[in-house]
Nanobody, 124 residues
Framework: QVQLVESGGGLVQAGASLRLSCAASGRAFSTYTMGWFRQAPGKEREFVATMAWNIGSTLYVDSVKGRFTISRDNTKNMVYLQMNSLKPEDTAVYFC?????????????????WGQGTQVTVSS
């Protein structure tokens, strides 16, 4: 069992940066693939970024490549999403997720545990 708690969301202007954090509790965190997803009002939850358990592989949705960076600290059971050059279209609730499988994972149904989400609002 893994519990996930996100933090770091907020209201910012376009062009600003935010760093989201996800604190994980439970055993064997370092063996889970971790991901960030987001859901805007009236839209389906979409993949944003993922990092494999061994920190060797990452994947990003095209719309955030070059602006967002996923990272993890397995010694602290933490996952981060550094978001730079934010745009109004990045506005959404951001969710942290954990998958008990190897490699990078981009689909929601492949994730086993989810946090409650943190709101990110980017004004123009």
């Amino acid at each position: 069992q893994v519990q996930l708690v996100e933090s770091g969301g907020g209201l910012v202007q376009a062009g600003a940066s935010l760093r989201l954090s996800c604190a994980a509790s439970g055993r064997a965190f370092s063996t889970y693939t971790m991901g960030w997803f987001r859901q805007a009002p009236g839209k389906e939850r979409e993949f944003v970024a993922t990092m494999a358990w061994n920190i060797g592989s990452t994947l990003y949705v095209d719309s955030v490549k070059g602006r967002f960076t996923i990272s993890r600290d397995n010694t602290k059971n933490m996952v981060y999403l550094q978001m730079n050059s934010l745009k109004p279209e990045d506005t959404a609730v951001y969710f942290c997720a954990a998958a008990a499988r190897g490699g990078t994972v981009t689909t929601t149904r492949m994730y086993d545990y989810w946090g409650q989400g943190t709101q990110v609002t980017v004004s123009s």
